[in-house]
């Protein structure tokens, strides 16, 4: 796991640790040295901590005037023990939506796992969004598997398209499009 490393071909665009809006600004990564893991696997060090001690997260970009963030994961998530949503609704969504953000695109290929406990942050999230949306691309089908079979299916986008999108040849606002074009066929 150690050589996963976040996307890094969008760095030109967007670094969240330069970008003062963000909950990572100004995180210095050590580069010499694997300080995270997950369970007993190391992590590359360029993934960022947000409080799960088996989830850990890159916002790969933030477009504020088109509202909204690409972030990618790593891990399992887990919330029946370490209640990663709540986490990650309090640590890093919160602050992102109090900058208008409205969107999130959620990479989930190296999700390896889900474990659910109940639907509430994600009800919460669904309704701070309100005119926006929240998509998953590309999570594991035994992920959605679990994500579907306990209702977070009705909160977060997945399926048809959004389950393998060769996103990596697209800028971000390519994506952000092509996403957005999913979504907005679904709501009509």
């Not at 999230?125 to 998509?135: K, L, P, S």
């Amino acid at each position: 796991m150690h050589q996963i490393e976040p996307y890094y071909r969008w760095r030109d665009d967007y670094i969240a640790s330069e970008d003062a809006l963000s909950p990572f600004f100004d995180t210095q990564y050590n580069e010499f040295t694997f300080d995270k893991q997950i369970y007993n696997y190391l992590i590359h060090p360029q993934w960022d901590y947000f409080g799960s001690q088996t989830l850990y997260l890159k916002i790969l970009f933030v477009d504020y005037e088109s509202q909204y963030a690409i972030i990618e994961f790593i891990g399992e998530w887990n919330d029946a023990i370490n209640n990663d949503i709540m986490l990650l609704k309090r640590e890093i969504l919160e602050t992102i939506m109090a900058q208008g953000i409205n969107k999130f695109i959620l990479l989930g290929e190296n999700v390896l796992n889900f474990h659910t406990s109940d639907d509430c942050y994600y009800e919460e999230w669904f309704q701070d969004v309100e005119n926006g949306w929240i998509a998953a691309i590309n999570f594991r089908p035994h992920v959605i598997d679990e994500f579907k079979s306990n209702n977070i299916d009705y909160y977060i986008n997945f399926g048809g398209i959004l389950n393998d999108l060769n996103w990596r040849q697209l800028k971000p606002a390519q994506f952000f499009l092509l996403v957005e074009n999913q979504i907005l066929k679904r709501l009509n």
